[in-house]
């Protein structure tokens, strides 16, 4: 469905373009926008480099362990049915931390390995338990204490004070993590996915 949409914008905005006769102007952002999402990403590469070096670190001395055991309580509430000595327990606090930091791209291997447990608790059924369509509202809605990607982003474009976002990042994130999880909670009520 989605090259479909992607087919169409390609579409309306080479139509548009030809008909306001700013052809050139198109073909000329085509060719930049390439050059910019590269050195974008090479700006961005040594951010994630420093926080995925300490992801390691924290993962290899055991410290993403202890942060596990100490979360475990709150996810075994938060996620119905899942005890603290779950596969799953590790990789959601794992993904968690990623996004604390900001950290999406970083945290979406690491939630794929949640989801993979999650299904395997799951008994292979077809159909999402409610535990996995609360981790991924959780991961799309997840609360971010240092928004590194954007104040990277912000610090690449000039930014006087890249990291001034903090506080609105985190009143925003706080929310839509709120309203994400409660609407999670009452839907799950309505739509049994067990």
């Not at 996995?132 to 240092?146: D, E, K, P, T, W």
Request: hydrophobic share 50%.
């Amino acid at each position: 469905m989605m090259n479909y949409i992607w087919i169409a914008i390609i579409f309306f905005s080479v139509i548009t373009a030809v008909f306001n006769g700013t052809a050139n102007e198109l073909s000329n952002g085509i060719i930049t926008s390439g050059n910019t999402a590269v050195d974008l990403c090479f700006s961005l590469l040594g951010t994630f480099c420093l926080w995925n070096g300490l992801m390691n670190i924290a993962e290899k001395s055991g410290l993403s362990q202890t942060f596990a055991k100490i979360t475990a309580p709150i996810l075994c509430k938060i996620f119905k049915g899942l005890n603290k000595n779950s596969d799953a327990i590790l990789p959601i606090s794992l993904n968690i931390t990623s996004n604390l930091l900001g950290l999406s791209n970083a945290a979406t291997p690491i939630g794929i390995e949640a989801m993979k447990k999650l299904a395997k608790e799951n008994s292979g059924k077809s159909t999402p338990s409610n535990n996995m369509v609360l981790f991924v509202v959780m991961n799309s809605a997840a609360l971010r204490l240092i928004p590194s990607t954007v104040a990277g982003i912000r610090a690449n474009h000039g930014s006087a004070n890249p990291l001034e976002i903090i506080v609105p990042s985190v009143i925003t994130s706080i929310c839509a993590l709120t309203v994400g999880i409660t609407m999670a909670k009452i839907l799950e009520r309505f739509f049994k996915y067990e």
